[in-house]
Structures are given as structure tokens and as C-alpha cells.
Nanobody, 121 residues
């Protein structure tokens, strides 16, 4: 099994910044991709950013130019630097990892428990 633990959410004023972190642990052989998704009340979960083990990135249209994803492959960690935050960025942010499991080499997606980000004055 693999566990994902997120941190860094909170309350921030419009225009402010936050940095989210997510660390994966457990039986891990490799993680080809890690990413962030978010879900606001009454809305579907949407892509925020995905980053591969070679640091190729893909961003949701609403966050391009404001958010920046990065990884530390040695620590099985992914980060999301969020700048110029807007009230519409308010959501629960979930970390996701595409994992090849150690031992079995089975490939599965794992999700974190989510961290609340609230942008409000």
C-alpha cells in the first residue's frame, strides 16, 4: 500500500500565495506522475497540475501562469506553489500519484486526504 500526506493549505487573502506539499510513502518502485486536483463545493473535481518524473508539466487552464508544480523524486514528493490566488481558487486540493508498486510492479492511482485552501478577504 501507498499513502499520500498533504500539507500547506489554509486561509489566504486574494492576491496572496500558498505552497502545498505532498509526500508519498509505502511500497513504491516508481512514480511516473504526481499531480494536484481540486474540488469546490457543488463542482466536479478538476485538474490543477500534473508533473512527470522528468518534470514535464501540464496545468489546468484556470491556473496557468499563476501556479507552479515541482517534484523531489528522491523524496517521492510533489509541491504546488500557488501565486496570485483568487477567491475562485477556494477548494479542497487533493494530491494524486500514479504509482508502480514495489514488489508487484502493479500500477495504481493513489489519492491524498485533501487539504482545504480558502481565498478570502
Amino acid at each position: 500500500q501507498v499513502q499520500l500526506v498533504e500539507s500547506g493549505g489554509g486561509l489566504v487573502q486574494p492576491g496572496g500565495s500558498l505552497r502545498l506539499s505532498c509526500a508519498a510513502s509505502g511500497r513504491i518502485f516508481s512514480i511516473p506522475a504526481m499531480g494536484w486536483y481540486r474540488q469546490a463545493p457543488g463542482k466536479e473535481r478538476e485538474l490543477v497540475a500534473v508533473i512527470t518524473s522528468t518534470s514535464r508539466t501540464n496545468y489546468g487552464d484556470s491556473v496557468k501562469g499563476r501556479f507552479d508544480a515541482s517534484r523531489d523524486n528522491a523524496k517521492n514528493s510533489v509541491f504546488l506553489q500557488m501565486n496570485s490566488l483568487k477567491p475562485e481558487d477556494t477548494a479542497i486540493y487533493y494530491c494524486k500519484a500514479d504509482v508502480f508498486e514495489g514488489g508487484t510492479l502493479r500500477r495504481n492511482d493513489y489519492w491524498g486526504q485533501g487539504t482545504q485552501v480558502t481565498v478570502s478577504s
